[in-house]
Nanobody, 114 residues
Framework: VQLVESGGGLVQPGGSLRLSCLASGSTISIRTMGWYRQVPGKQRELVATITSSDNTNYADSVKGRFTISRDNAKNTVYLQMNSLKPEDTAVYYC?????????WGQGTQVTVSS
């Protein structure tokens, strides 16, 4: 499975961005997809996940502001991020989990700053 993220960039506080992650390869084996983020010097942390049956899970810090969704026909998972805060600044990584492996994208930078 290969994952390619897009949609990162610079946005002002209170603004919105939508991240996309296109999966290719053995996509039929994917069970759960999600987004993690990481800032320098800190561990990578969960942002949101979505299962093949559309069950979602969010970090407390993004609940009510971020929405994860997936389009199985397009092999794509999205992260709609609203009401962005400076503390949301990080590299965001897409992940896909099968029964035996976890795959990661290369990451996309999100910077929230005025």
């Amino acid at each position: 499975v290969q994952l390619v993220e897009s949609g990162g960039g610079l946005v002002q506080p209170g603004g919105s961005l939508r991240l996309s992650c296109l999966a290719s390869g053995s996509t039929i084996s994917i069970r759960t997809m999600g987004w993690y983020r990481q800032v320098p010097g800190k561990q990578r942390e969960l942002v949101a996940t979505i299962t093949s049956s559309d069950n979602t899970n969010y970090a407390d810090s993004v609940k009510g502001r971020f929405t994860i969704s997936r389009d199985n026909a397009k092999n794509t998972v999205y992260l709609q991020m609203n009401s962005l805060k400076p503390e949301d600044t990080a590299v965001y990584y897409c992940t896909a989990r099968t029964w035996v492996s976890t795959y990661w994208g290369q990451g996309t930078q999100v910077t929230v700053s005025s």
